[in-house]
T-cell receptor
Framework: DVKVTQSSRYLVKRTGEKVFLECVQD?????MFWYRQDPGLGLRLIYF???????EKGDIPEGYSVSREKKERFSLILESASTNQTSMYLC????????????FGQGTRLTVV | GENVEQHPSTLSVQEGDSAVIKCTYS??????FPWYKQELGKRPQLIID?????GEKKDQRIAVTLNKTAKHFSLHITETQPEDSAVYFC????????????FGTGTRLQVFP
């Protein structure tokens, strides 16, 4: 059973704080993703990593950075949290290949006050 | 740029009726098209997928069709049941060298008994 685990289910942070969202997968997947989910906007890709230390910007990378030092862990960093970053954040992972299933974490609901 | 459009945003059907959700994609190089179902408070999960060398795929009450020329694909659910009520997301893979997955904006399906 594939497991993608996000470090927090709910998080409340203050404006200007540096925020770390952690994601760990146990299936030796090469690909890892961070999405942001907002009503009416679907799942928007923030960053994508296809290997350790490799990353690619998604559709909405502004205000975010990522770190992938180990294959199983992909971190999303909000350098200076703002209220417009209040959202549900979903991590996912998949193996390399022509069309493979992405497995999602349970999500982190972040509120920035 | 990379884009996946999904319609309708909401869909209400009577139990037993059929439901159809449509998506279009912008990159003709896309070769993998999965559909995910997200029940309330849960993570998205893959329900069916199709690759670019196939025109149609069925799995019990759900089917997906792909028209590569028109760059659109659709999800068909027959004999809908109340437990089909959820948000459905289509997605398309971009970049043949990686497995980047771009999602549509989602369709909230409600099946009334």
């Amino acid at each position: 059973d594939v497991k993608v685990t996000q470090s927090s289910r709910y998080l409340v942070k203050r404006t200007g704080e540096k925020v770390f969202l952690e994601c760990v997968q146990d299936m030796d997947h090469e690909n890892m993703f961070w999405y942001r989910q907002d009503p009416g906007l679907g799942l928007r890709l923030i960053y994508f990593s296809y290997d350790v230390k490799m990353k690619e910007k998604g559709d909405i990378p502004e205000g975010y950075s990522v770190s992938r030092e180990k294959k199983e862990r992909f971190s999303l960093i909000l350098e200076s949290a703002s209220t417009n970053q209040t959202s549900m954040y979903l991590c996912a992972s998949s193996s390399t290949g022509e069309g493979t299933e992405a497995f999602f974490g349970q999500g982190t609901r972040l509120t920035v006050v | 740029g990379e884009n996946v459009e999904q319609h309708p945003s909401t869909l209400s059907v009577q139990e037993g009726d059929s439901a159809v959700i449509k998506c279009t994609y912008s990159d003709s190089a896309s070769n993998y098209f999965p559909w995910y179902k997200q029940e309330l408070g849960k993570r998205p999960q893959l329900i069916i997928d199709i690759r670019s060398n196939v025109g149609e795929k069925k799995d019990q009450r759900i089917a997906v069709t792909l028209n590569k020329t028109a760059k659109h694909f659709s999800l068909h659910i027959t004999e809908t049941q109340p437990e089909d009520s959820a948000v459905y997301f289509c997605a398309a893979s971009y970049d043949l060298n990686t497995d980047k997955l771009i999602f549509g904006t989602g369709t909230r399906l409600q099946v009334f008994p």
